[in-house]
């Protein structure tokens, strides 16, 4: 059995191996183990290379329906993508 070092790679080649992976169907569990990362890290490469930005999540948190909206609508989303009569307002 070959031991190998998991501190040998960088994390950009990490982040390559687990988009890699994800892109060819293997479950977030492989990747975990494979690649040895936790899921919350994957979840964020996952996540910034899908353009998620989560900074903009975090400031409109706790803010009204209404500014939600606005900051939708300056974002170009189109009038049926912002909802502000329900419970939700889809991002």
Known sequence: MVKVNPF???PEE?????????HNGH???DICREVRLSPSTL????KSEAG???DSENQLAGKSKE?????LYDENKE???VRV???RISA
């Open 27 to 29: 479950t977030w569990r």
């Open 67 to 71: 500014t939600k909206a606005l900051a």
């Open 8 to 10: 040998a790679e960088t």
């Open 79 to 81: 009038p049926l993508e």
């Open 43 to 46: 979840s964020k490469i996952i």
């Open 14 to 22: 990490k982040k390559e191996l687990a988009l890699h992976m994800h």
């Open 85 to 87: 009569c329900g419970k």
């Open 52 to 54: 998620y930005n989560e």
